[in-house]
């Protein structure tokens, strides 16, 4: 197992980890397959109404997708196979509410979760970055949810600017993309603590609320969706030469 779950049926609160803490908690085909099984698990579960999602370890909340993961994919540009798509909360149409407390490196592919959060705490030392273009890979879907969450000149520098700088929480707080920061090693508490007193209110209004703050940028996201696969198919560099930048990456960046 790549997931940690555990329950409080006195609060209502699941906490999930993110369990792979010597892979930066990267998203490998099994975690995938566990993310999605567990938000379709947890929709049948009224005994919790309140999820809190994180990564085990200081380093990192997750780095992404596994770069050892094997997904062949279509020769078609208007379709792609991307594992991510079914690692989130709303995309296994689960309407209860999801906090991300966030420690160390979020980058790449995590924003496929944290995008479909309710919202994110940071710690201190959380840090937000994506490293697609540097990497000769389009940065899609993990735009278009920073495209929602983030001013779009933000987002855009997020995005393009790659490995070479990363978000701190405190800029990531003043832009949007995270709701509180706390001393690290708080994080987590803090999330329960919110998600404990959203579990306390009767649940057909949380959820309702839930999805209506969702439906307020879904057609957005809908449309957006729409063109991604044939942008990644099209944009991305072989394989084989993605593998070389990532050999060959720069090691210094800058926090801002």
């Avoid at 050892?68 to 540009?77: I, R």
């Avoid at 909360?89 to 966030?102: E, S």
């Amino acid at each position: 197992m790549t997931l940690r779950i555990e329950r409080d049926k006195e609060s209502g609160v699941a906490v999930v980890t993110l369990d792979r803490p010597e892979k930066h908690n990267a998203i490998d085909l099994a975690t995938a397959a566990e993310l999605a099984a567990t938000w379709r698990e947890f929709r049948y579960d009224d005994e919790v109404r309140a999820i809190v999602l994180t990564g085990a370890g200081e380093k990192a909340f997750c780095t992404g997708i596994d770069r050892s993961a094997v997904v062949p994919q279509p020769s078609s540009p208007y379709a792609i196979d991307d594992p991510l798509l079914t690692v989130g909360p709303k995309a296994n149409d689960l309407w209860k509410p999801v906090i991300a407390a966030v420690r160390g490196m979020a980058c790449g592919g995590a924003f496929y979760l944290l995008g479909e959060a309710e919202f994110v705490i940071a710690a201190e030392d959380a840090t937000f970055f994506d490293p697609h273009t540097t990497y000769g890979m389009v940065s899609a879907y993990e735009s278009i949810y920073l495209a929602l969450r983030m001013p779009p000149g933000e987002a855009a520098r997020l995005a393009l600017m790659g490995t070479a700088e990363r978000v701190s929480a405190r800029r990531a707080y003043e832009t949007g993309l995270v709701s509180e920061v706390t001393p690290p090693g708080e994080e987590l508490a803090a999330a329960v603590r919110c998600a404990e007193v959203i579990a306390g209110y009767p649940t057909e209004a949380v959820q309702g609320t839930v999805r209506a703050l969702w439906s307020a940028h879904e057609p957005a996201r809908t449309q957006a969706f729409a063109h991604a696969p044939h942008l990644v198919a099209l944009g991305n560099l072989p394989p084989q030469r993605q593998a070389e930048l990532f050999g060959g990456r720069r090691r210094d960046f800058r926090v801002r």
